[in-house]
């Protein structure tokens, strides 16, 4: 059975649910311009959030829900979840990846993923000299969701962003999510 990065966000994001979790530190002001410079309007109730660790910006609706979980066989990887009503908004960072690791997210897998709906596939502009990618994609547990992943050329790290029922969500909040993540170092 091949392995989609994408399928393994859906999973993820499952046992993110049902870990426990403990709350991050967050930020409160205007949504950073997605690595453009420009600065967006945060939908209302909304704010920017930058974990403890200071690695990364995005527009989010609450606080998070954060799990770290280091993978030391194939890579370390970091788990934020933010929820408004049904919808789960998450990012995960993937670092130090090896072995199959690497391959799970590859863009041709993510090209030749029969889960991605048609027309919803594009690049979007680099973050921290990685490439990204955008999609809906259709789950079989979790319905449509709505993906940006960024990954090294080398698939050695990798942060994807995910909403779980966008449908849950304006398509204003959605892109407000996706288009504000930025990575500050």
Known sequence: MRLCYLSV?????????????????????TAPGGGSGAT???????????????????????DPAVVNRPDADIQKVRFYRFNKGDADLIVILF?????????????????????????????????????GLECRRRDPQQGETANRLYRSDDGSRAVGLTVLKPQSLTDGEVRAFLESFKLLR
């Not at 920017?48 to 989010?60: I, L, Q, R």
């Not at 090896?98 to 502009?125: C, F, H, W, Y």
């Open 95 to 131: 670092s130090e990846r090896t072995g199959k690791a690497r391959q799970m997210d590859s863009p041709e897998k993510i090209r030749a993923d029969p889960n991605v709906v048609a027309g919803t596939l594009r690049d979007v502009s680099p973050q921290g000299g990685m490439k």
């Open 9 to 29: 966000l859906a999973v993820a994001c499952l046992g993110v649910a049902a870990a426990g979790c403990k709350r991050a530190g967050s930020s409160a002001g």
């Open 40 to 62: 967006t309007a945060l939908p209302a109730g909304w704010k920017v959030y930058t974990p403890p660790e200071g690695d990364f910006s995005v527009a989010v609706p609450a």
